[in-house]
């Protein structure tokens, strides 16, 4: 069976894209399945670059078409931060999710609300020859000052979905998976792997 390998070892994404890709005649696999434990420098100039890097890292090290993803928050009130430092924007060296959530909360409480955000994510797919394609999904809300919810992973818990009463914590997986930029942007990139693995899609979805 075709092989899709997933560039990372956040738990939290390869739940998200098993979910998101599972349908797909493809057989899914992560680094750990292969034994790979690559440490991929993500100091690119743009979400594209640092998903690319991992892609085609993965793919180079597999022989394995593999995707990768980058994904940041931006805040408007703060020029776009945290942007493509989002899961650095903490002091220390290694911070917790919830050490960046309250680094981000304390930067806000001298900024009258809302605070608009977007969560911005690009998907990229390398081929071992070192081909690549892209594609990118957005989800538009605002942070708020108190936690909410239990799903989710890094900023989810203080992000409200726009025309939503809930934070991205507080959606389940259905919802989350229609709704997330990682989900727009995995939807978006559905085309592209059913063109590299020559299958079809389900009502061209």
């Known amino acids: 069976m075709n092989q899709l390998l997933l560039a990372t070892e956040n738990p ?3 739940l998200e894209m098993l979910a998101l890709l599972e349908d797909l005649p493809i057989r899914l696999v992560t680094p750990p399945d292969l034994g790979l434990r690559l440490h991929v420098v993500e100091d690119g100039s743009s979400y594209a670059e640092n998903a690319s890097r ?4 993965h793919a180079r090290a597999s ?25 650095r924007f903490a002091p220390g060296p290694h911070p917790s ?11 806000l409480k001298n900024h009258p609300r ?5 969560f911005c994510c690009t998907v990229a ?12 999904g957005k989800c538009r809300g605002e942070i708020v000052p108190l936690e909410k ?7 989810d818990p203080i992000f409200r979905v726009d025309g939503l009463e ?21 939807k978006a990139a559905r085309p592209a792997l059913a063109a590299l693995f020559g299958i079809s899609l389900k009502n061209g979805r």
């Open 114 to 118: 809302p605070w608009k955000a977007v």
């Open 166 to 186: 809930k934070t991205m914590a507080e959606l389940d997986m259905d919802e989350k998976n229609k709704l997330s930029h990682r989900a727009r942007a995995l």
């Open 149 to 155: 919810g239990i799903n989710g992973f890094g900023y």
């Open 54 to 57: 991992k892609a085609l890292a």
């Open 63 to 87: 022989g394995l078409v593999s995707l990768g993803d980058d994904s940041g928050l931006e805040v408007e009130v703060l020029n776009g931060q945290p942007g493509l430092y989002s899961a």
């Open 97 to 107: 999710d919830a050490d960046r959530r309250v680094t981000l909360l304390n930067l």
């Open 125 to 136: 797919i390398a081929e071992p020859d070192g081909s690549l394609l892209f594609a990118e």
């Open 12 to 14: 939290g994404k390869v």
